[in-house]
């Protein structure tokens, strides 16, 4: 069974940093699509940000100029790098990978 761990959430200042991490117990190759998705406290699940086994990324409008996604293969990790943070970006972020496989989620908490 295919397990993807995150990790790198915490609480930052805005306009602060964070580097999400999602790591695959497999090689990422296998999963036609990775993605970001953040859940805010009574908010639906959103997409964030996906990308696909040719390398090309997407971002959600509300993020584009700020955040990045991007993958290091041989680490069959996938990455977040979310720049000038605001608190409306407070969420818990989920990697995704093929639609269908969901890590357990890193909290990220965006406040002065």
């Known amino acids: 069974q295919v397990q993807l761990v995150e990790s790198g959430g915490g609480f930052v200042q805005p306009g602060g940093s964070l580097r999400l991490s999602c790591a695959a117990s497999r090689s990422i190759f296998t999963f036609n699509t990775m993605g970001w998705y953040r859940q805010a406290p009574g908010k639906e699940r959103e997409f964030v940000a996906s990308?696909?086994?040719?390398?090309?990324?997407n971002l959600a409008n509300s993020v584009k100029g700020r955040f990045t996604m991007s993958r290091d293969v041989a680490r069959n990790t996938v990455y977040l790098q979310m720049n000038s943070l605001k608190p409306e970006d407070t969420a818990v972020y989920y990697c995704n990978a093929a639609g269908a496989i969901w890590g357990q989620g890193t909290q990220v908490t965006v406040s002065s």
């Open positions: 990308i696909t086994l040719a390398g090309n990324t």
